[in-house]
């Protein structure tokens, strides 16, 4: 059998390249065809639904209809994503897994109005009947934890089974007369006057730095972690995230966690610099019926990010409990 020459074989190549530039150049030339039958007749490409004010909330909804739903709220400012490791857990124990995007972030709608507790709560709500969740345990992070703590407290009779609340924002952040240990105004301001001056830059300082606890002296700094934070923080709006920083700060869930009667875990970083524990979930756990509150020394705002294997342990156990 003889070799085939070299040169011979890269004209082909060659030929073979152009050949193929040839065919996709005149394929744009031409007028597009219809999409297959099927590709009309409701394959989604992207999980939507509007809420009850017409605003439209992408959502992830991954395993079997049947299973046990787990619904994740994701913090402030970011996405659904943030809780990949999360969702593909309890994918693999056979859970049924949702997440969605909050309004103004992510991929959902950036719409001018409506970012406030109630209704982030009132879109949950709006998303768990479209999709007919029962005894669902719902588990948020930070501002989801408020989010999700509105919502179970709200919920129809046989929606929810449990609740977990991570670095939640619970009962109050901001300092006020009834609150003295909270976080002052100016700290806030501070968040929307960065926010409005450099947005990139501001997302950049706060993955990089407290938020991970990336700024402590040996910690191990994860790169991925952070451009995968300002990834999703630079996806949603502006307007909406700027007015978030009022919704999960002064928003008062005292309330809501009183009203909570179904079991709830508490888990906080004890290295918190975000939400710090001694005023969210110190004092959640005194306001909570049927709470259990869990602490990891060291850890920062986002355990389950930076400690998956630990954390994913910990609700998992709470989950079949």
Same mark, same amino acid.
């Given at each position: ?8 074989? =890269?004209?082909? &190549? ?28 409701? #394959? ?51 859970? /049924? ?29 709006? =998303? $768990? ?30 929606? #929810?089974?449990?609740?977990? +609340? ?54 191990? #700094? &994860?790169?991925?972690?952070? /451009? ?28 809501? =966690?009183?009203?909570?009667? $179904?079991?709830? =875990?508490? +888990? ?24 259990? +509150? ?20 910990? +609700?998992?156990?709470?989950?079949? &409990?």
């Amino acid at each position: 059998m003889t070799r085939p020459d070299p040169q011979t074989s =890269l004209d082909l &190549s060659r030929r073979a390249l152009l050949a193929a530039g040839a065919a996709a150049t005149a394929a744009l030339a031409l007028p597009f065809a219809p999409r297959p039958a099927a590709a009309q007749t409701g #394959v989604q490409t992207m999980a939507t639904f509007a809420t009850d004010d017409g605003v439209e909330i992408f959502y992830k909804d991954w395993g079997p209809k049947d299973a046990q739903p787990v619904v994740f709220h994701h913090g402030w400012p970011l996405s659904g994503d943030d809780w990949d490791a999360q969702m593909l857990f309890f994918l693999a124990q056979g859970y /049924r897994v949702i997440a969605h995007d909050r309004r103004g972030h992510g991929r959902s709608a950036q719409v001018s109005d409506g970012h406030d507790m109630d209704h982030y709560a009132a879109d949950v709500a709006a =998303l $768990v009947r479209r999709l007919d969740l029962r005894d669902a345990i719902h588990i948020g992070h930070s501002t989801g934890g408020g989010e999700a703590a509105r919502y179970v407290a709200r919920a129809e009779p046989g929606r #929810v089974a449990k609740a977990v +609340l991570i670095g939640a924002v619970p009962p109050i952040m901001l300092q006020t007369e009834a609150n003295p240990e909270g976080l002052p105004l100016a700290v806030f301001d501070g968040f929307r006057a960065a926010l409005a001056a450099n947005r990139a830059q501001f997302y950049l300082d706060v993955a990089s730095g407290p938020f991970y606890g990336f700024n402590r002296e040996g910690a191990e #700094v &994860s790169e991925g972690l952070i /451009r995968n934070w300002w990834r999703q923080g630079m996806a949603g709006g502006a307007k909406a995230h700027y007015d978030g920083i009022k919704a999960f700060s002064e928003t008062d869930f005292t309330g809501d =966690l009183k009203a909570i009667d $179904v079991p709830v =875990l508490l +888990l906080h970083g004890e290295d918190d610099q975000i939400v710090p524990i001694h005023d969210s979930a110190l004092k959640a756990i005194k306001l909570l019926r049927h709470g259990t +509150l869990k602490t990891y020394p060291g850890l920062s705002h986002a355990p389950f990010a930076t400690h998956p294997d630990r954390v994913n342990a910990d +609700l998992l156990a709470f989950a079949r &409990s």
